[in-house]
């Protein structure tokens, strides 16, 4: 069986974080999550994964996973049967929450990653082709969630998108977690879009020679009004460019 396992599913550790993919493409596992802080966190064992080919749970010679939508239409749409037998391989005590990485699903916000990232186990299935059959979405109760609205080829970049989101957050994966704390839409930045950073040089001419200086306020010492800065600069980007979370906070 073509599974590549990165697992030690045995670990009682609390803190761990397992995430299990139902995938016809294994092998997009780990990706860019094997590299920099994921990747590190991975080879620590801070989080895990078990990347299950959909396709060896196929029942014929031709090793078939889709068939044409009933009803008539375009393109295919993947088997309930097949997708279960995948599922269903995983023990019981290790699927945790199921989800479909689906266009159709509630879209991803730092809140659902916060929570999703609290859990120790994960069941992702990822879609190709038109999508999957809905009675094993209903069987199973997969949630489905989509990163945004456009539509991809398959669920498995959205996938490691989702899995990027929550390792970060785990205990220790970010070096300072006032990082975290701190950042776009958590509640340590208000909800509100992250302020502008700036680092060295102070000063730095452009490709035109036109000077570009750090804000003198962010070089004054001065940390009141420095946060002071940040809080009305991270207020105006939010209004300029993302005016539905003003207005969300103002309902919470
Ligand atoms: N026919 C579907 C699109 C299928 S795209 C529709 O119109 O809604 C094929 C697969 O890519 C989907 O099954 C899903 O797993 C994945 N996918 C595509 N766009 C996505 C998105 N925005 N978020 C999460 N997954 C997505």
Redesign the pocket.
Known sequence: MSISDKTDISRKDKKSFHVNILTLFPDMFPGTLGQSLSGKALESGAWSYRAINIRDFATDKQKTVDDTPAGGGAGLVMRPDIIDLAARSIPAAQRGKMIY????GRTLTQKKVEELSALPYLTIL???????DQRVLDAHDFEEI???D??????EP?ALILMDACIRLLPGVMGNHETVSEESFSDGAGGLLEYPHYTKPALWSDENGAERPIPDILTSGHHGKVREWRRQQSLALTKERRPDLLNKLKDD
Do not use: D, K, N, T
């Not at 990485?101 to 159709?104: A, G, T």
């Not at 990822?126 to 999957?132: I, S, W």
């Not at 456009?150 to 669920?155: C, F, P, R």
């Open positions: 990485m689906s266009p159709r990822c879609g190709r082709y038109e999508g999957v989509s990163i945004g456009y539509v991809l080829s398959g669920g959205a």
